[in-house]
């Protein structure tokens, strides 16, 4: 029998190569290069070989042998390259590639291998360039076309990356993960009826995949119908149970949904099942807040920041906790964190001027700047005296609503409108870090009321107007927050709750709710009398709140007006409220005057109003035992 060629030999490694048959084809490989030792194909394919089995030291020789070779043969650069890219040696890893594309400028997927290295390093602009000169060279290319859509969305160009992807999805439709990417670049473009189909579209072609269904409850929960999300992510685990991913989107879904144990359960597994899922632990986080737990928040929100120093929602919520249990040396420097948190409603300012520290200004001007809500304006603007104090010159910059209001305690300092510009000023602060910089305590808040005051010329024509309810108990009353406050729904009361004050006689109730949104109409059956349309400004609230015996309010701007004026204010909160507030205390550090009513479990607004039912018809008698007693 005639004896085989070594490149008959060769050929038949190749094809056993390539189905597979890796022993096989490896133990051909090494026949020939026994008797052939420079057979650069041989050795070139049996590194290629070798790295297949996760071999990488023994890929490097025998790549780098044909390379010594034939130092002239482009694909052996370009196997080189993914090589090192398997080894961690990225920067090697793109020198081999280029001198792959130098060698051979119409190899494609050398072009697309050095765009894959370019993108794990962060050189996201090269390597789109990489992935478009592949798919020049290769319209068809369809890793190219699906890797460059990811590298767009990557850094931002989503209408890019959605071409890139519909791409892929028009070379291969039946492809269930071209239509999930395609999804998944829609859904962060805000596209979520497109995304839903396109991750519905991957469903249908392949059932049983359990990312499909993940992919698709995240949609769908983004759009608001959490529901069908939930009944996604159960999909999803029923197909895969170790599914770490949709175990951590189930518990996030579940914690909106306000189902809490369920949702801390599902985080709980997420996190057995990859301890360093930083996203889990801190959904873990955040459902042990709405619960009212925050030591256990703060330990989940700790190991998420530990696994993932850059996760600033975290870190957010972590800060929130501390301060929620009074622990403001650590929630304040947290809080400096708020900036970064992809839904905190301010945008960072930048001024070229630095931060101040808090050091004497020494006839400098300090920019204090309003953010976040009107409430936490009026809440911090306490700190501008003490802020004085330190030997310059404030500016004050705040919200149109608030200019009016403000400008007494500004006193001889300028108050600007937000958007308006601003006179020079050399170091700036936003008012809610006022607290870290004046090294704020439970014990030193500076809390002396009244710092706010209605003009006595405005307040004097209301009294004149409410001279004919003079004999009444006098109270003013908003129910609802802003429906743009991410916690409105918890923290705003349904108007059928305010039942029970209509039992309440010798009481006027004075509508503070301006701007009342559907759904949310005037209370039922509650006699309100109702100014709110003449209350242009919060000078004009406030004037109108001078001339009450007792403000209540859930929490929202007219509770920090009205205890910021020294008024007599009920806080409405619910059972896990805002940090200001914190945790179980009836009395509020930060006012001295308010008086504070919590649900007792979550959702129950009806003891709260039965709470302060009690307490109005009490103060109502004792005004009115007063005023017989003045007679």
Same mark, same amino acid.
């Not at 090697?92 to 894959?116: E, F, I, K, S």
């Given at each position: 029998m005639t004896e085989?060629t070594?490149?008959q ?23 020939i290069l ?16 070798a790295?297949?089995?996760g ?11 044909a390379i010594?070779?034939?130092?002239d ?5 370009c196997?080189?390259?993914?090589v ?11 020198a081999a ?12 997927? *050398? +072009?697309?291998? @050095? =765009? %894959?290295?370019?993108?794990?390093? !962060? #050189?996201? &602009?090269? $390597? /789109? ?6 798919i020049?060279?290769?319209?068809d290319?369809?890793k190219?076309?699906?890797n460059l ?9 989503l ?5 890139s992807?519909?791409q ?9 993960e071209?239509h999930?990417?395609l999804?998944?670049?829609l ?5 979520l009826?497109?995304?839903i ?6 469903v249908?072609?392949?059932p ?9 409850g995240v949609?769908?929960?983004a ?10 992510f159960?999909?999803a ?5 170790g599914?770490?991913? *949709? +175990?951590?989107? @189930? =518990? %996030?879904?579940l914690r909106e949904? !306000? #189902?809490? &144990?369920? $949702? /801390?359960?599902?985080s709980?597994q997420?996190?057995a099942l ?13 459902a ?8 256990e ?8 920041i530990s ?19 009074g622990?403001f040396?650590?929630g304040?420097e947290?809080y400096?964190?708020r900036?970064?948190?992809?839904d905190?409603p ?6 070229a001027?630095?931060?101040w ?14 953010e ?10 306490r700190?501008?005296p @003490?802020a ?6 404030i ?16 006193g ?5 409108t ?9 170091v ?17 808040i500076?809390a002396?009321?009244p ?10 024509k209301w ?12 109270v ?5 927050g ?10 705003s009361m ?8 209509r039992?309440l006689?010798g009481?006027s109730?004075y ?9 949310r ?6 006699e ?11 000078a004009?609230?406030a ?21 910021a004026?020294?008024k ?6 619910p ?14 550090p ?6 504070l009513?919590?649900?007792p479990?979550?959702?129950?607004w009806?003891?709260v ?5 009690q307490v ?8 009115m ?7």
């Amino acid at each position: 029998m005639t004896e085989l060629t070594n490149e008959q030999i060769f050929l038949i490694a190749v094809r056993k190569h390539q189905a597979g048959h890796l022993r096989q084809a490896e133990r051909l490989y090494r026949q020939i290069l026994a008797g052939e030792p420079n057979h650069t194909a041989a050795s070139h394919n049996l590194g290629v070989l070798a790295q297949q089995v996760g071999q990488n030291d023994a890929a490097l020789e025998l790549i780098r042998h044909a390379i010594a070779v034939r130092p002239d043969w482009s694909e052996a650069y370009c196997s080189l390259g993914e090589v090192l890219r398997a080894r961690g040696q990225l920067d090697d890893a793109v020198a081999a590639l280029r001198q792959a594309v130098t060698l051979q400028p119409g190899n494609a997927t *050398a +072009h697309y291998n @050095l =765009g %894959n290295i370019l993108k794990d390093k !962060g #050189q996201l &602009d090269e $390597a /789109i360039a990489s992935f478009r000169r592949a798919i020049a060279l290769k319209p068809d290319y369809l890793k190219a076309h699906g890797n460059l859509g990811s590298a767009l969305q990557e850094k931002g160009q989503l209408e890019e990356a959605i071409a890139s992807y519909r791409q892929v999805t028009a070379l291969m439709p039946g492809s269930p993960e071209a239509h999930s990417n395609l999804g998944g670049a829609l859904r962060d473009q805000g596209r979520l009826d497109e995304a839903i189909a396109a991750f519905r579209r991957a469903v249908a072609l392949d059932p049983n995949s359990a990312p499909a269904h993940n992919n698709l409850g995240v949609a769908l929960k983004a759009d608001g119908q959490l529901d069908e999300g939930i009944a996604s992510f159960r999909q999803a685990l029923a197909l895969q149970p170790g599914m770490h991913q *949709a +175990h951590g989107n @189930l =518990g %996030n879904a579940l914690r909106e949904k !306000g #189902q809490l &144990d369920e $949702a /801390i359960a599902s985080s709980r597994q997420a996190v057995a099942l990859e301890p360093n899922y930083s996203e889990a632990h801190y959904n873990l986080g955040a459902a042990f807040w709405d619960k009212g737990q925050p030591d256990e928040a703060i330990t989940a929100c700790r190991r998420a920041i530990s696994l993932k120093p850059d996760l600033f929602e975290a870190r957010r919520n972590l800060a929130f906790s501390l301060l929620l249990r009074g622990d403001f040396a650590q929630g304040w420097e947290e809080y400096e964190w708020r900036w970064k948190a992809r839904d905190f409603p301010s945008p960072p300012r930048d001024f070229a001027q630095p931060l101040w520290d808090g050091r004497p200004l020494h006839g400098a001007t300090l920019l204090l700047h309003a953010e976040q809500g009107l409430g936490d304006t009026i809440q911090f603007v306490r700190y501008l005296p @003490l802020a004085a104090q330190r030997g310059g010159k404030i500016i004050l910059e705040c919200p149109a609503e608030l200019q009016r209001l403000l400008k007494p305690l500004a006193g001889e300092f300028p108050v600007v409108t937000q958007g308006r510009p601003l006179p020079p000023f050399d170091v700036h602060c936003p008012l809610l870090s006022l607290p870290r910089v004046f090294g704020t305590t439970l014990e030193n808040i500076p809390a002396k009321v009244p710092y706010l005051r209605a003009d006595p010329q405005a307040a004097g024509k209301w009294r004149e107007r409410m001279a004919a309810d003079a004999g009444s108990f006098k109270v003013g009353l908003a129910w609802a927050g802003s429906q743009m406050n991410r916690n409105d729904r918890n923290r705003s009361m349904p108007r059928s709750a305010l039942a029970p004050l209509r039992q309440l006689q010798g009481v006027s109730f004075y509508s503070l709710q301006k701007e009342v949104p559907q759904l949310r109409d005037m209370p039922e059956e509650l006699e309100l009398i109702d100014w709110t349309e003449e209350l242009k400004d919060f000078a004009d609230t406030a004037a109108l709140i001078a001339n009450l015996d007792l403000v209540v309010s859930v929490d929202t701007a007219v509770a920090h007006l009205a205890g910021a004026m020294g008024k007599r204010v009920g806080v409405l909160l619910p059972f896990v409220p805002d940090w200001r507030w914190l945790l179980t205390r009836k009395d509020s550090p930060w006012y001295p005057t308010a008086r504070l009513f919590r649900q007792p479990r979550a959702g129950d607004w009806d003891s709260v109003t039965r709470q302060l039912t009690q307490v109005l018809r009490a103060m109502r008698d004792k005004r009115m035992q007063l005023d017989v007693t003045n007679r």
